[in-house]
């Protein structure tokens, strides 16, 4: 299977850290992350283009998140900092093949992760 693996989900306060970890198998063109909060639609948090290494972040993690290719092959990291309770969400890897929309507001992935539950508790 192509589907990406997520680990390292966790239960942590306000203002902590946690780092997200996902393998996956082939070459990913492009990969990101995805979270969908209780009651809400899934949305885009952090993308990597990996021909190009551009990374792209919405609007309510800039600045906190950092998106980067874990040392080991296939391997994409989500390091996340002064995370809040708004972030609480089951978080989603997702790899995709090669397009020119590799954005965390345009792209589409092909694959997808079962998710890992990230709590945020005040």
């Known amino acids: 299977t192509h589907d990406p693996v997520e680990s390292g989900g966790g239960s942590v306060q306000t203002g902590g850290s946690l780092r997200l970890s996902c393998t996956y198998s082939g070459y990913a063109y492009c990969m990101g992350w995805f979270r969908q909060a209780p009651g809400k639609q899934r949305e885009g948090v952090a993308v990597l283009d990996n021909l190009s290494g551009h990374t792209t972040y919405s609007g309510a993690v800039s600045g906190r998140f950092i998106i980067s290719k874990g040392e080991a092959a296939a391997t994409l990291t989500l390091q996340m900092n002064m995370l809040s309770p708004e972030d609480t969400a089951i978080y989603f890897c997702?790899?995709?093949?090669?397009?020119?929309?590799?954005?965390?507001?345009?792209?589409?992935?092909?694959?997808w992760g079962q998710g890992t539950q990230v709590n945020v508790s005040s």
């Open positions: 997702a790899t995709g093949h090669r397009t020119a929309y590799c954005t965390v507001n345009s792209w589409t992935p092909n694959y």
